[in-house]
């Protein structure tokens, strides 16, 4: 018999509870909700900039000379031909070719990356890179995912706002999908530019007390947190998926709608990760859908939409269907299948 899963606590929780955070058991973690106004959160977000807590994303340190031969090993696209201070995302992928983990992979040194994925796959993803290790391999493979905290910095406003607080050691202008190590007050920290919500953003890996620092220098200029609930109303409205609970049913990078983005094979195309937009309040993950009465897939991300004042969704609906206009029965609500994203900021 299997006993209780541990429910992980994020390192900052004292301080997210002091800003007036409520508390949500989500991916195996106790994470910041909102801080009494989500709605309020997403629209700093969307308007300005929002700081958020992503420290539950596993993270792992993989260095040595042989560092790019597992990572190639463990994850497809052309992981071996990252170039120092860039990033890229891409997927693991099981036998049968479906993704089993979401990752950002920065090369922080010559023989240094920052791995960076699903919550959910934290585990299985640190035993594939072990297993990957070959006997005679210089590799180091380190779990930083409870000894540090992962902050994000994300909305229209989100570069000035760094190049205005964090520009001690951030420099001045790091494109997207680059990465840096930099000191924030005598502090060593790494920073990538990237975001999954829709808007520009940046990503810092940092020691406790330093991401505190960091939350309190940029709280002071005016910069709001923002909870979970406003994080993922963002990402469903950028049509951006998450491990849970969108891959897990089993995808292709095809049928999750990645191959192209990521540059890598599609494999598979039975099923699409489609944009639908719901009559009425969001139904559970795994509500099934129905067309004419007969099953064509099922639901699994929804979330009401501060960006469009409407209830939206992700769900795994037959390819043959999956086409703009389809109307579906979610087990007693409609639903219209639309095109992706919901939200794209125009600039």
């Not at 929780?13 to 195996?28: K, M, T």
């Not at 950002?104 to 993803?125: D, N």
């Not at 020691?207 to 620092?213: G, T």
């Not at 099953?295 to 004042?309: A, Y």
Request: charged residues 20%; proline residues 6%; contains cysteine.
């Amino acid at each position: 018999m299997t006993g209780p899963q541990r429910l992980y606590h994020v390192a900052l929780r004292d301080l997210h509870a002091a800003a007036g955070s409520a508390f949500v058991s989500r991916l195996g973690w106790s994470l910041p909700a909102h801080y009494g106004d989500p709605a309020a959160e997403h629209a700093a977000l969307r308007g300005h900039a929002a700081i958020f807590d992503r420290s539950h994303r596993g993270r792992f340190i993989v260095s040595g000379t042989d560092a790019s031969d597992v990572l190639h090993t463990v994850f497809a696209g052309h992981v071996d031909e990252l170039e120092e201070g860039r990033a890229m995302r891409t997927v693991a992928l099981n036998d049968r070719g479906e993704i089993d983990d979401l990752v950002l992979i920065a090369r922080t040194g010559g023989i240094s990356y920052l791995v960076t994925g699903e919550p959910t796959r934290r585990t299985a993803t640190f035993e594939r890179l072990n297993a990957a290790v070959g006997p005679d391999f210089d590799v180091r493979i380190d779990d930083r995912t409870e000894t540090t905290c992962l902050i994000a910095l994300a909305g229209p406003a989100a570069n000035e706002m760094a190049r205005r607080h964090l520009n001690e050691g951030l420099p001045a202008v790091l494109q997207p999908m680059h990465n840096v190590a930099f000191e924030f007050h005598g502090f060593r920290a790494l920073g990538t530019r990237t975001s999954d919500v829709g808007e520009d953003g940046f990503e810092l890996m940092l020691a406790p007390a330093v991401a505190q620092h960091v939350i309190e220098t940029l709280r002071a200029a005016g910069i709001p947190l923002a909870g979970f609930e406003a994080q993922e109303a963002a990402r469903v409205e950028a049509c951006v998926p998450a491990f849970s609970p969108d891959l897990e049913p089993g995808l292709s990078p095809a049928e999750a709608d990645l191959d192209t983005l990521l540059h890598i094979p599609g494999g598979r195309e039975r099923w699409m990760l489609s944009a639908v937009l719901i009559d009425g309040p969001p139904p559970a993950a795994g509500t099934r859908a129905l067309l004419s009465g007969a099953p064509v897939g099922e639901l699994r991300s929804s979330v009401s939409s501060p960006s469009l004042n409407a209830t939206i969704g992700l769900a795994v609906i037959e390819s043959r269907v999956a086409l703009p206009g389809t109307r579906l029965d979610l087990e007693g609500t409609s639903a219209t299948i639309v095109a992706k994203p919901f939200y794209r900021r125009r600039s």
